[in-house]
């Protein structure tokens, strides 16, 4: 069965990074589009940034020039760098793809302090 892990998530400083990754099992991190989505206490889960089959990334404005979705064929993730977090980005972080139905990782809490 298909499975998405996330990890790198943490507790840091405004200002600082965090590297965030998510493992699959097979070959759908290089095949599919995949995307990370987050979820702030009390809001709804939001969509933050996608990178296609072909490579292509889009991100949210919000994170736009701070993050930075990459897939790393090495290590067959997908990653999300976040640089210059601050206390308005801290959630859960999820992974997501679509394999003939949605799915979703259990998700990795990021939480930035001020």
């Known amino acids: 069965q298909v499975r998405l892990v996330e990890s790198g998530g943490g507790l840091v400083q405004a200002g600082a990074s965090l590297r965030l990754s998510c493992a699959a099992s097979?070959?759908?991190?290089?095949?599919?589009?995949m995307s990370w989505f987050r979820q702030a206490p009390g809001k709804q889960r939001e969509w933050v940034a996608t990178?296609?089959?072909?490579?292509?990334?889009n991100y949210q404005d919000s994170v736009k020039g701070r993050f930075t979705i990459s897939r790393d064929s090495a290590k067959n993730t997908v990653d999300l760098q976040m640089s210059s977090l601050k206390p308005e980005d801290t959630a859960v972080y999820y992974c997501?793809?679509?394999?003939?139905?949605?799915?979703w990782g259990q998700g990795t809490q990021v939480t930035v302090s001020s």
């Open positions: 997501y793809t679509v394999v003939g139905f949605p799915l």
């Open positions: 097979g070959s759908i991190i290089m095949t599919n589009n």
């Open positions: 990178i296609s089959r072909g490579g292509q990334t």
